[in-house]
């Protein structure tokens, strides 16, 4: 029969190597978090690159701030399109009544 003390050893190495098995797999999901967050950040770089180029051909530049100002722009300038095509149309609906008018007197 096993003395006590050996028993209380035996113990303390069984719970010894189950946290090793555990902190074994937690250095491993650790271990595969790491490579595939490397992964996407390679990923995310390139492709962050692939934008930065487009953005550079396309207008020029790819600062975030000066994008930024193009867009701002390009908005005024589409506001201010809207607004005359708007008035254009307006004009020629005024044209058509008064044709439309000048037909009908």
Do not use: C
Not at 42 to 59: F, G, I, P, S, T
């Amino acid at each position: 029969m096993p003395t006590p003390t050996k028993v209380v050893a035996a113990d303390a190495d069984a719970s010894l190597e189950r946290e090793l098995a555990g902190l074994k797999q937690a250095y491993e999901r650790l271990r595969d978090d790491k490579v595939r967050t490397e992964q996407d950040l390679r990923h995310q770089q390139n492709q962050l690159a692939e934008l930065e180029a487009k953005a550079r051909a396309d207008y020029g530049t790819a600062d975030p701030e000066e994008l930024a100002r193009l867009l701002d722009e390009k908005r005024r300038e589409n506001a201010r399109l809207v607004a005359e095509y708007r008035e254009h149309i307006a004009a020629v609906r005024r044209d058509l009544d008064a044709v439309e008018q000048d037909f009908a007197g």
